[in-house]
């Protein structure tokens, strides 16, 4: 797993997290009510039910000054949406921006703005460029199956060559605005799996 240096972890089953209560409930409130239902309403074919019932975030800095982070390698995300959030109040850095790669070899860079943030299915293969100065903060949130359990091609009877579902797999309309119910005997969302 890719990860960096200066970052706080802010979902509640890390070790060390933020434990404001009043960010955990806006951190709930904001997955449940806007996350969840962004990303089934965007990407359909690629998730359900519990594709995305549970949560995991953390934020990421980087900083042009020496020995900061300055990028992030090419990779993918343990998950099957990823919301990346711009946290910085003014543009104070150069260079920075994010770039994603087709199954082609072509890529697509997306240049950064304060409070700005960038939705895309965990599989998607993305880097983080250099840095040339000043420092970006970004806070990333990702939702997951239970247990971290995603299927990305193969192995699925319900996937089809393409890696989305087939279309009498995919959430209805109504399904894609309900809220993960919790498993008996079990925590609700996003409680029980940190992948680091």
């Known amino acids: 797993i890719v990860l960096n240096r200066k970052g706080v972890m802010t979902d509640p089953i ?32 690629h998730i359900r039910e519990t594709d995305d019932d549970e949560s995991f975030s953390f934020s990421i800095q980087y900083q042009g000054a020496q020995g900061g982070d300055k990028s992030i390698r090419h990779h993918t995300d343990a998950s099957t949406v990823t919301f990346n959030i711009n946290l910085d109040e003014k543009e104070s850095w150069t260079g920075s921006s994010l770039i994603f790669f ?3 070899g072509k890529h697509k860079q997306v240049m950064w703005k304060p409070g ?13 460029l250099p840095i040339e100065s000043g420092t970006r903060s970004n806070w990333v949130v990702w939702t997951k199956g239970s247990n971290s359990n995603q ?18 797999y995919q959430l209805s309309s109504e399904q894609r605005w309900t809220k993960p119910e919790p498993k008996e005997g079990k925590p609700a969302l996003s409680d029980r799996w940190s992948p680091f």
Do not use: W
């Open 116 to 128: 700005y943030a960038v939705m895309h299915l965990g599989k998607t293969m993305h880097a983080a």
């Open 151 to 168: 299927f990305y091609g193969g192995g699925n009877p319900m996937l089809r060559y393409d890696g989305c579902y087939d279309e009498a």
């Open 102 to 104: 087709d199954n082609d």
């Open 14 to 45: 890390s070790v060390g997290y933020l434990a404001a209560p009043d960010f955990q409930s806006f951190y709930k409130m904001l997955v449940d009510d806007y996350i969840r239902p962004l990303g089934r309403l965007f990407y359909p074919e």
